[in-house]
């Protein structure tokens, strides 16, 4: 069974730091690009990050690049986002997702078919 558990969520101030973290189960964790995607209230899915299977490249949506860092361990079977200097509009349901197993760092969603109940991040002005 394969499953996702998100943490790390909770309610900062602008400009803090956070870290999300992933623990991912029920496949062989060390062959599949991992996601960070995220739903603001009112908005579409939209993609924040990916990470291939080793960790040699990621993928960042313009609105966090240098902002947010997608790292993983995988003897931990853990994928993890830290997010600094957070704005308000980062405020949304944060999600993790299997991609694709061996194959790049795709944005598009539909490429990502397991995914985890989300864990909330709150940035306050």
């Known amino acids: 069974q394969v499953q996702l558990v998100e943490s790390g969520g909770g309610l900062v101030q602008a400009g803090d730091s956070l870290r999300l973290s992933c623990i991912a189960s029920?496949?062989?964790?060390?062959?599949?690009?991992m996601g960070w995607f995220r739903r603001a209230p009112g908005k579409e899915r939209e993609f924040v990050a990916a990470?291939?299977?080793?960790?040699?490249?990621?993928n960042y949506a313009d609105s966090v690049k240098d902002r947010f860092t997608i790292s993983r361990n995988n003897a931990q079977n853990t994928v993890f986002l830290q997010m600094g200097s957070l704005k308000p509009e980062d405020t949304a349901v944060y999600y993790c997702?299997?991609?694709?197993?061996?194959?790049?760092?795709?944005?598009?969603?539909?490429?990502?078919?397991?995914w985890g109940q989300g864990t909330q991040v709150t940035v306050s002005s």
């Open positions: 997702a299997y991609g694709p197993p061996y194959r790049g760092v795709p944005a598009n969603a539909d490429l990502y078919d397991a």
């Open positions: 029920g496949r062989p964790f060390n062959v599949y690009t």
């Open positions: 990470i291939n299977w080793n960790g040699g490249n990621t």
